[in-house]
């Protein structure tokens, strides 16, 4: 995109527009550039609930206040997120499942059966090792120049915990951080150039990682409940549901590690 039209959508008035169907909040300049919040204050004062008919990721609806969205949140009879809780659709012949995209009760299992495995007492038990990496990491960055804190500090402090939860080789622990961006990638995302590379590569993920997750202790005794389900639902083991079981303990596990970890640096003195 040229200087001049970044410049002109910059300093676009949401409010110069008709509030209709080609109302478009999605357009992804508007948060690269953090020109989002007229939009939606303008969406919350007129539209509240707010169809766009046209956009990037086809039709879609918009709800903007904090009661209507907990509306939708609570009403899973009403609305579900079977199928996907982003803009875009997944691949009917692809799909992800995990369990923040899914409806009671399978959500219910699933999130009765990670919990466990990322609660602060658990964690706790690996404060020292925690307490070491921070170290490391913070002692290991430049002085007096920039650096990419995201890289050097959240990813890799935050992957090396979870290669230490799945019991994974850490040597290879960057296939995490890659397999997490490839869950969401797309052909416009510079992760990947062809949806076929994708799929390769996240079938490569389901054969690395095993349904027993390795033999961490801490990680497979919080699974055994949900294999008994598997077992007691034999048909629904397929390599869909197996990716499913991975994922659901990954981001439970990333939003844990993230929590503890990356603030480790500001709570934790030596």
Not at 71 to 94: A, L, M, P, R
Request: charged share 25%; hydrophobic share 40%; with cysteine.
């Amino acid at each position: 995109m040229s200087e001049a039209v970044d410049n002109e959508k910059r300093n676009f008035d949401p409010y110069a527009i008709p509030m209709d169907g080609k109302f478009n909040v999605a357009d992804g300049f508007l948060f690269e550039a953090d020109e989002q919040w007229k939009w939606f204050e303008r969406l919350r004062n007129e539209a509240p609930v707010h169809f766009c008919e046209e956009s990037e990721y086809g039709p879609y609806w918009s709800v903007t206040k904090f009661e209507d969205i907990m509306h939708v949140d609570k009403n899973h009879g009403i609305y579900s997120s079977e199928g996907g809780i982003t803009i875009v659709d997944q691949d009917e012949d692809f799909p992800l499942p995990m369990f923040i995209a899914m409806d009671p009760p399978t959500h219910d299992v699933q999130r009765k059966t990670v919990s466990p495995v990322v609660a602060p007492m658990n964690l706790a038990k690996m404060e020292g090792l925690i307490r070491e990496r921070v170290c490391t990491i913070l002692d290991g960055l430049p002085v007096g120049e920039e650096f990419d804190w995201v890289n050097r500090v959240s990813i890799e402090l935050t992957t090396q915990m979870l290669a230490t939860l799945f019991d994974f080789p850490f040597e290879d622990r960057a296939k995490l951080t890659r397999w997490s961006d490839l869950a969401t990638a797309d052909e416009n995302s510079d992760i990947v150039e062809t949806e076929e590379q994708r799929r390769e590569e996240l079938m490569e993920c389901l054969e690395s990682i095993s349904v027993d997750f390795g033999k961490n202790e801490l990680v497979s005794r919080e699974m055994i409940s949900y294999r008994c389900w598997l077992t007691a639902n034999p048909r629904r083991i397929c390599w869909s549901v197996q990716l499913s079981i991975w994922a659901t303990l990954f981001c439970s596990s990333l939003v844990a590690t993230t929590q503890l970890g990356i603030l480790s640096p500001v709570v934790f003195s030596r």
